[in-house]
């Protein structure tokens, strides 16, 4: 098999939560790049909208599906035209979305702790038992869980965020034990600190900006396109017997004291 076929996604449909903007989106056209016909979701319909057009006008093909996905009976209708036993199927699934609600753990919320395990982690499961049945049947299947350096790492005030995705890595392993034997890979991405709406009020903060330029060995914040590779690669032919794995894309952050 030639590198190109080894990394390439043509023939495949993969679906990206949260692909209205940030990461998903920029993840969803990188796939589109290697060959892939993707869906978009998010919960806010005209973001996604304009999302899809953008990739259209770029020559891609790409739909769009408005959804939430801590809501089971949105994601069964938003993806019936794919998931009934005759449709065509989703071949990659990115689980994306997520959400921050940050505040200090001994005043925390209830509504914040529950919304962040909600739409970061229960999501995975929610929209994962919605697509893995078609993937058993045809044989096939790749997800990619997006996960956190704060699966490893937490700082004050995002208890539930590093929860929620130490849940998500935990979950991916899950997975993988469970549909590994009927081909179905399952891994994650862990990203590093990237320049996104997510991270905009601290990106501005000048004491945040150079704590995490000092504490990031590459000196620098990720851009979203950084994470295309990883993407690609655990998505394509290339990755086939690798299951239940966390790539971090940090900047080399996590290995440093
Ligand atoms: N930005 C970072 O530095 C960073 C680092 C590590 C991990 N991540 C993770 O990457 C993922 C994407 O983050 P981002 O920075 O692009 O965030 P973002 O806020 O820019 O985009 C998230 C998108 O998800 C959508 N969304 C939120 N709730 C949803 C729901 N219930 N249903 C459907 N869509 C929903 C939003 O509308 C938005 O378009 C998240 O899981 C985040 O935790 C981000």
């Not at 006008?57 to 089971?72: P, S």
């Not at 997006?146 to 929860?163: G, H, K, Q, V």
């Amino acid at each position: 098999m030639s590198a190109a076929e080894l990394f390439s996604l043509r023939g495949r449909r993969a679906l990206v939560t949260g692909s209205g903007q940030g990461i998903g989106l920029t993840l969803a056209r990188g796939l589109a790049v290697a060959g892939a016909e993707v869906v978009l979701n998010d919960v806010d319909p005209a973001r996604l909208a304009q999302a899809v057009a953008r990739l259209n006008d770029e020559g891609f093909t790409a739909t769009g599906r408005a959804f939430d996905v801590t809501d089971a009976a949105a994601i069964a209708a938003g993806l019936a035209d794919f998931t009934a036993a005759s449709g065509p199927g989703i071949d990659i699934l990115i689980n994306n979305a997520g959400i921050h609600r940050r505040a200090p753990l001994e005043s925390m919320p209830l509504e914040s702790w529950q919304a962040v395990i909600d739409v970061n982690l229960t999501s995975a499961f929610l929209v994962s038992r919605a697509v893995v049945p078609g993937m058993l049947q045809r044989g096939c299947g790749k997800i990619i869980n997006i996960c956190s350096l704060n699966a490893e790492i937490s700082r004050p005030t995002i208890a539930n965020y590093a929860a929620s995705k130490g849940g998500l890595k935990m979950l991916t392993r899950a997975m993988a034990v469970e549909w590994g034997g009927r081909n179905i890979q399952a891994n994650g991405i862990s990203p590093g600190y990237m320049r996104t709406d997510m991270t905009g009020t601290l990106t501005v903060d000048p004491e945040f900006d150079r704590y995490i330029r000092a504490r990031t060995p590459a000196g620098r914040w990720g851009e979203p396109r950084e994470l295309i590779g990883a993407a690609v690669f655990l998505s394509a032919r290339a990755s086939d017997f690798m299951n239940g794995q966390i790539l971090f894309v940090d900047g080399g952050l996590l290995s440093a004291l």
